[in-house]
């Protein structure tokens, strides 16, 4: 059992308990030793949890005290901070700039215990990220996307030829290589993935796709797992 995890049962057993609780008592719980119970609890009573008692005697939390409504173990605070660090690589600044305030709101209602686990969570990311995207905004986009508003943008292909298209966008795809924008074309008349550093021009239309949008995602879903 991780350590912080360990730490929260202890909580969890003095919350329940009508009476003192003693280390012998919780270590059998938790199977754990008594002196890992005792170094746990002094641990706790450092970051100020309000427990009462001492050896040999059993220990007490004053009522009142409550966990924050925010629970995590060590692991899943680990997934949120690497996940966090990972959407640096997208070349977006809307999500970065999302994952940088995540942080901030989860490092806030975290116990002392977390808190300093998350932000300093000894993982890193490689840097390595798309192009720069144009003149589109990748916010404008995932907007679009939400609000199944169609798109009408001028794209350069891999020859250099721009075509102006109107397109239902779907979904976005975030590579090393180039971030995508997959939708429905309307002058091709198929799925095509766009590379947003392509896109030289972009305005989202008042033009709703939402009468075709399960369909659409459904279409492009079924094209993405062929294989």
Known sequence: MRRADRLFDIIQVLRLARTPVTAAAIAEELEVTPRTVYRDIATLQARRVP??????????????????????????????????RLLRRTGDPGLEAAARNVLTKL??????????????????????????PGPVDPSAIRAAIRSTRKMRIDYVDLKGATSTRTICPVAMEYHVQATLICAW????????????????????????????????????LALTQVG
Do not use: K
């Not at 009142?64 to 995590?72: I, N, Q, R, S, T």
């Open 51 to 84: 427990i009462d008692g001492e050896a040999g005697i059993g220990y007490v939390l004053r009522r009142g005290f409550e966990l924050p409504p925010l629970m995590l173990t060590e692991e899943e605070v680990e997934a949120v901070a690497v996940g966090m």
């Open 107 to 132: 490092a806030a209602a975290m116990p002392d215990i977390l808190r300093e686990h998350l932000i300093s969570v000894p993982f890193h990311v490689a840097t390595g990220r798309p192009p720069e």
């Open 185 to 220: 074309c309307e002058l091709r008349n198929d799925y095509r993935h766009f590379r947003a550093d392509r896109i030289v021009g972009a305005q989202v239309l008042e033009d709703s796709f939402a009468s075709a949008a399960s369909q659409l995602t459904a279409g492009w």
